[in-house]
């Protein structure tokens, strides 16, 4: 256990109730997600357990510990903390932002420069090109990575996070929560990330406190939100469409078709008219000799020149293993195309998907839902 809240109240000097007996427990390496809409106590919720807001009732526990008794700067130095509008300074460089915690726990400047360096490039942005820029100089987009670096500063084993993505575009959003996710399975840490969107709940969290009015009222995998919703405030919060949301669970992986009939760019369309009526079909991914992916040839290019390269097409649009199937079937349904191709990050031809699997999983999805 990392950490507990056991029947933890908040009363705010006007009265308001904000949080009400709530309990859980996140383990170690868990990404627990407080859902709920908006006033309903998460906020409150999160800045109890780094004691920005002292508790009015019951009991916090980190790593076992009661929280009232830790010396207060030292629970907030061991405790990432990103929110929304960032916060970042603006009379400090992106370097002195992310050394804001090592630097108060007496790093030597030499190592703060290293660490905020490896944190940069972490949250996938250039060290050399950003670490001495100030914040007005970067995007939104920018600023939140920023924001995270530094919430990992010194490298702390727990990390809040308040709406962390929140003020961002949803594109460049999708791609942070991805680069997040992907970090996280380095990085491991015991995370508490505020959100009122399901879908980014049910996208990012191990599990998921969904809170109403200061209470919690389920809390759970996702898998069990969206299939066994403990009540009508759960079942109408997690949304009518709870098949395609269920999308979200599933990732390329786990449904892609792997084997799958290739050509090589050199060679002759000839060759590949033989392979498609060898297969029953009327297209096949185009690779190059070393397997990485190159582009479709489609049965209808076909004599329109000898080679392979001279007729295929190379505009591709691709995912990767770790793609969720309804960011897959967006992308199909925006650019057209019945099938994407499965990559590695070398661009190495992993599979393909096409939308009759993403049919076939839609299907399941809403048949477990009905026999749950
Ligand atoms: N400092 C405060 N004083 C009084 N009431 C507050 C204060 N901060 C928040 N609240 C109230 O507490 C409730 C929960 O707020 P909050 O935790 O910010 O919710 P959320 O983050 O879920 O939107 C709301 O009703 C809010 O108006
Ligand atoms: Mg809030």
């Known amino acids: 256990m990392m950490i507990k809240l056991d029947l933890v109240t908040k009363v705010y000097p006007d009265g308001t109730e904000a949080v009400k007996e709530v309990s859980f427990e996140v383990e170690a390496g868990e990404l627990c997600v407080l859902l709920g809409p908006s006033g309903c106590g998460k906020t409150t919720t999160m800045k109890m357990i780094n004691r920005l807001i002292p508790i009015t009732g019951g009991k916090i526990y980190i790593n076992g510990g009661d929280s009232t008794k830790m010396n207060e700067n030292e629970l907030r130095r061991n405790i990432g903390y990103a929110i929304q509008d960032i916060g970042l300074f603006p009379h400090m460089t992106v370097g002195q932002n992310i050394g804001t915690v090592p630097s108060l726990k007496g790093w030597p400047k030499a190592e703060r420069n290293k660490r905020a360096e490896e944190l940069l490039e972490l949250v996938g942005m250039n060290s050399g090109e950003f670490i001495d820029k100030y914040p007005s100089e970067l995007s939104g987009g920018q600023c939140q990575r920023v924001g995270v670096a530094r919430a990992l500063g010194a490298d702390p084993p727990i990390l809040l996070m308040d709406e962390p993505f929140g003020a961002i575009d949803p594109i460049t959003r999708v791609r942070l929560q991805d680069e997040f ?44 939100l969206l299939y066994r919703p403990k009540n009508e405030f759960v079942e109408d919060f997690v949304g009518a469409d709870r098949a395609l949301k269920g999308l979200q669970l599933i990732r390329v992986k786990e449904v892609m078709t792997s084997s799958l009939p290739t050509v090589k760019a050199d060679e002759k369309a000839e060759a590949a008219r033989e392979r498609m009526e060898q297969e029953g079909i009327d297209w096949l991914v185009v690779v190059n000799d070393d397997g990485k992916f190159l582009g479709w040839v489609g049965k209808a290019e076909l004599g329109k020149g000898e080679l392979v390269k001279e007729v295929m097409n190379s505009s591709a649009i691709t995912v990767t293993v770790n793609t969720v199937l309804n960011e897959a079937l967006s992308l199909m349904l925006s650019s057209g195309a019945n099938n994407l191709p499965v990559v590695s990050k070398d661009n190495r031809l992993q599979g393909v998907l096409s939308f009759d699997i993403i049919r076939k999983a839609l299907t399941e999805v809403s048949q477990r839902r009905q026999s749950e």
Do not use: C, R, S, W
């Open 181 to 224: 996710l992907k970090i996280q399975q380095d990085i491991k840490k015991t995370i508490i990330f505020v959100t009122h969107d399901i879908y980014e709940a049910i996208k990012m969290g191990d599990k998921v406190a969904l809170m109403k009015e200061g209470q919690l009222v389920q809390y759970d995998t996702p898998a069990n």
